[in-house]
């Protein structure tokens, strides 16, 4: 009998340094697949390795066995001694195995709840088992069944919804003030890791122009060249003002920038257009003042965080309804699975003969002139003894103790589909 | 009849709700089903209008339960056609209850039977009301999407991203409709009062008779024709215009009903009961 395993760890079980030493490239990973495979003890086998979590899904019949040959094959492959990571994995067998694997597809088991990034990891792993054929009958039906409920959690929870990065947040509002930012023109005043983030997403979403203004001019080049943009002087910002419509703010200044007096005067000029300031340096660049003009907004860090923080809040909320989806397609992959088993399979088979014997001997009554009680009796055991002879040889071969079949839930799965028994 | 117009009012009352409950539960199909709802008893309501002409021989508008009816359908034909051009399904939430509460009202009233001057039977009269009921649809919609806008500026300038931040369009979306809204409705109203001077010339002579509703139209036309220019020579973008907008159609449901009781003229005698 199989049982399907997972073993692994993750940003909770175990630390950084540890991670970076498990962790597998794709090539890593295709080489591990095959060398696994083909030990006696694993049978269908899945490795999934991002910077977050390195984790083995496997079917065996023996589950002690295949565990030691694993962690051994981990410390071979990897250099470090069994213990320094075995305190670290974590083990689920059966239900909880698949349902460790749809919370980790559907991100509900990442480090930030919702993040899209994992769904298109655990492709990518499904695909590489794939192509050197270590995922079987049980894996591909389970990796099914995850990219479902992952992609059912996604579209119908708002586990994804709402913005949890500074930058973009800062997006999601500019899209609430200008609908559609296409053919916007923005302007970056100084630099910053978070403020070029927020100009890559502008860029994403179709901003036609992007401004770079920096102290040092030379500077502000190198970075107008990096978004394909305009560079202009620390002092033309002010004139600049009439014609973008995103700023976005990140300076080491202790001063304001940008003054209540600039945009009040420019306002008209716009002809009264919005304009929004993200501001993400501290001390501000941007006079909050601003915020009063009409039509002007102006948001600072902490006004962004307060927004991620909400967010946070609100995914966590919807993560409750992603675990019931989880709930009911562990219950659908688990009931798959216990009727894959051999008993049932041998029962359903049996009765599917013999449905289909008794069908066949009351047309053959119809056809008969009066058969006696005899006959019935003697039709009838012929029709068992036809259906014992050829279930004969399946049946041993499947209760047996049939080591030289390798995974025998592949032998279930064709037997239940050529007799049509699901 | 009287059928047709429960079933109307039942339709209306349906559509509202899903246009509610997609206001609260954000899933799409509610506002799908309440935008068919909302057509089918878009027709219904021409249906009942329809007869009213056919029996009458004019438009049903010569007493306050026709003129609520008809400026309650104006509404629904208003959202219907903006419906296509954008996609502000949670205007419906507003626009939609509104249609409905002005059509049940009429339905409560009673139908007093007004004496119609014959001379009224003239297509410039048809003219003339249709121009002036479907432009103050037109307003009544710029007005929702004035009130929408000035929530969602609100709740963005305050930092408030609850409820209404979530679920209402970006403002430009909203400021564009307002506009578009504006802009049509008074093109229509414009091609209203010309008919109307037309007629008036026609009948007694004059183009105006300084009667007070008459008056207080064009005091409401002046105020969105500045508000029209304003917005094309001094840029009066966003909040203003929004603000003006409310006044505006503050300012045509005071003409619409207001005037009747507190003035005489001849425009009163059709929203008497």
Wanted: charged share 25%; aromatic share 10%; hydrophobic share 45%.
């Amino acid at each position: 009998m199989f049982n399907i395993l997972l073993i692994g760890l993750n940003h909770n079980s175990a630390s950084v340094e540890l991670r970076e030493k498990l962790a597998f490239s794709d090539d890593d990973v295709k080489k591990t697949l095959k060398e696994l495979a083909n030990s006696k003890d694993i049978e269908e086998l899945l490795i999934v390795s991002t910077c977050n979590r390195v984790e083995f899904l496997f079917t065996s019949k023996d589950s002690e066995k295949s565990i030691v040959t694993l962690k051994k094959y981990l410390a071979d492959k990897k250099q470090i001694p069994i213990k320094d990571f075995e305190k670290n994995l974590y083990l689920h067998t059966n239900d909880d195995a698949a349902k460790h694997i749809f919370r980790v597809a559907s991100s509900l088991d990442s480090m930030m709840i919702g993040e899209p990034q994992i769904l298109g990891q655990i492709k990518n792993a499904f695909r590489l088992a794939s192509t050197v054929k270590s995922s079987g009958a049980i894996l591909n039906r389970l990796m099914h069944r995850t990219l479902n409920t992952a992609k059912k959690i996604r579209t119908e929870t708002g586990i994804g919804d709402s913005a949890v990065s500074i930058s973009y947040a800062a997006i999601e509002l500019a899209k609430k003030i200008f609908g559609s930012l296409e053919g916007k023109k923005a302007l970056l005043v100084g630099a910053g890791e978070m403020a070029e983030l927020a100009v890559e997403h502008l860029l994403r979403n179709r901003v036609e122009d992007i401004y770079v203004a920096n102290r040092t001019f030379k500077n502000g080049v190198k970075l107008a060249k990096k978004f394909n943009g305009t560079a202009i002087k620390f002092e033309e910002i002010e004139s600049n003002l009439k014609s973008v419509d995103i700023i976005i703010s990140s300076t080491g200044s202790d001063k304001y920038v940008i003054k209540n007096k600039m945009v009040k005067n420019i306002m008209k000029e716009r002809k009264n257009r919005s304009l929004f300031f993200i501001d993400i340096a501290v001390p501000r660049d941007i006079d909050p003042t601003i915020n009063k003009i009409t039509n002007a907004y102006v948001y600072d860090i902490d006004d962004l965080n307060g927004i991620i923080d909400d967010n946070i809040e609100e995914r966590n909320k919807e993560a409750v309804k992603g675990e019931r989806i989880v709930e009911e397609s562990v219950l659908k992959f688990s009931t798959w699975v216990e009727e894959l088993k051999v008993v049932p399979t041998i029962i359903a088979l049996r009765e599917k003969m013999k449905e289909i014997a008794d069908c066949e001997i009351n047309k053959t009554y119809r056809n008969l002139n009066n058969p006696t009680d005899e006959d019935k009796e003697a039709l009838e055991r012929m029709t068992d003894s036809m259906i014992n002879k050829i279930l004969h040889h399946p049946i041993t071969l499947l209760k047996g103790n049939n080591n030289h079949i390798k995974r025998e839930a592949e032998y279930l799965n064709v037997l239940r589909n050529l007799f049509d028994l699901n | 009849m009287e059928y047709l117009k429960t079933i109307c009012v039942l339709t209306y009352i349906l559509s509202s709700v899903s246009y509610i409950l997609f206001l609260f539960v954000q899933k799409e199909r509610y506002s799908k089903i309440g935008y068919y709802l909302l057509c089918l008893s878009f027709v219904m309501h021409s249906t009942v209008i329809f007869i009213g002409f056919h029996e009458t021989g004019h438009i049903p508008a010569y007493n306050l339960r026709g003129a609520i009816m008809i400026a309650s359908w104006s509404i629904s034909l208003v959202y219907i056609v903006l419906k296509f051009r954008y996609e502000l399904k949670i205007l419906g939430t507003l626009s939609v209850p509104l249609a409905c509460i002005l059509f049940l009202i009429a339905t409560q009233l009673p139908a007093t039977e007004q004496f119609i001057n014959p001379s009224y039977k003239s297509i410039w009269v048809f003219i003339h009301i249709t121009a002036m009921f479907a432009g103050e649809g037109a307003f009544a919609l710029a007005c929702c999407c004035a009130l929408l806008f000035l929530i969602q500026e609100h709740a963005i300038k305050n930092k408030m991203h609850g409820f209404f931040f979530k679920r209402l369009p970006s403002l430009e979306l909203l400021d564009s409709t307002c506009n578009t809204c504006i802009n049509v409705g008074f093109a229509i109203i414009t091609l209203g009062f010309i008919t109307g001077l037309v007629f008036a010339k026609m009948t007694w002579g004059q183009f105006i008779s300084m009667d007070p509703k008459e008056i207080l139209s064009a005091i409401t036309w002046l105020t969105y024709a500045v508000l029209i220019h304003g917005r094309l020579t001094m840029g009066w973008k966003g909040r203003k215009s929004a603000i003006m907008a409310i006044i505006g159609f503050l300012l045509i449901i005071f003409t619409f009903i207001g005037v009747n009781f507190l003035f005489n003229g001849h425009h009163g005698e059709f929203t008497r009961f």
